[in-house]
């Protein structure tokens, strides 16, 4: 029987505390005192916070069950215990609509909408940037999935994803959608896992720029230095993007510098 409040996770975590290793525990300590920073953190800030490696957070995912730190941060974000919570912990995109219609939001009690219905919501009125997350190969499927939705919707939006194969899809059926790269320093972060080192490379440089020709590149407003990010909007014209900023002040400076941000956590 689970304790109300108390979500698989959490359980997880402090039935394993007596035999974590002290940097575990460390890791452990700052996600039980910190939840609600927790799910708004990425690897790099989390790890930050606790006080220890990259690596080492990613450890502590896999030691609690999980395939690394982003499956772990999904399960957090679910935050009341439902029968499908426990299948979430087996991977997201393996779960039917059936499933995840039943998963609650963190902190309230709405529960996950589906696409279709956030247009419905938004038609006619504040413009959307859909992020497509593809997984073991549906770039292609997924990106006409979500257009055959939006064809007939009545409302400004783009397209965005840290797969280039999306971009490529849409670039080849879809030209006249607005199309943007996500990315980030891959070779910094260890929060992806299954990347081999090569294509980590590839990602952090944005190397696919030449093929999949973006309108716009959204990068991590923490490495939006990175020299490849300079190039490619010089050499092909593309615009900056920057996210997730979560405070005011860079938000300004980021706008002051002609970059428009993706952000959270505050209203602007």
Known sequence: MNVKGESTIILKIKSLYPDLKPSEKRVADYILTNRESFIYSNLTSASKAA?????????????LGYEGYRDMHIAMAVSNESPSQADLEEGIEDLSVEVLKDCPLQNTTETIPLFQDVL????????????????RG?????????MALLKDWQGTYCVES???G????????????????LSQNFLRDSEVGGLSLPVRFVLT????TAFTRPDFIAYNCLDRRNVSLRLMKKLYGVHEAAWTVR??????????????????KFVP
């Open 51 to 63: 006080g220890v490696s990259e690596a080492t957070f990613v450890r502590f995912s896999k030691t």
């Open 120 to 135: 419905t919501l938004f038609e006619g009125g504040a413009p959307l940037v859909v992020e497509l997350k593809a997984e």
């Open 138 to 146: 549906n770039a292609a499927a997924l990106t006409d999935a979500a």
């Open 162 to 164: 840290f797969h280039p």
């Open 166 to 181: 999306v971009l490529l899809r849409l670039k080849a059926r879809y030209p006249e959608v607005i199309r943007g790269q």
């Open 205 to 208: 440089h944005l190397l696919t």
């Open 247 to 264: 405070d005011r002040n860079v938000m300004e400076q980021l706008e002051a510098e002609g970059v428009p941000v993706i952000f959270e």
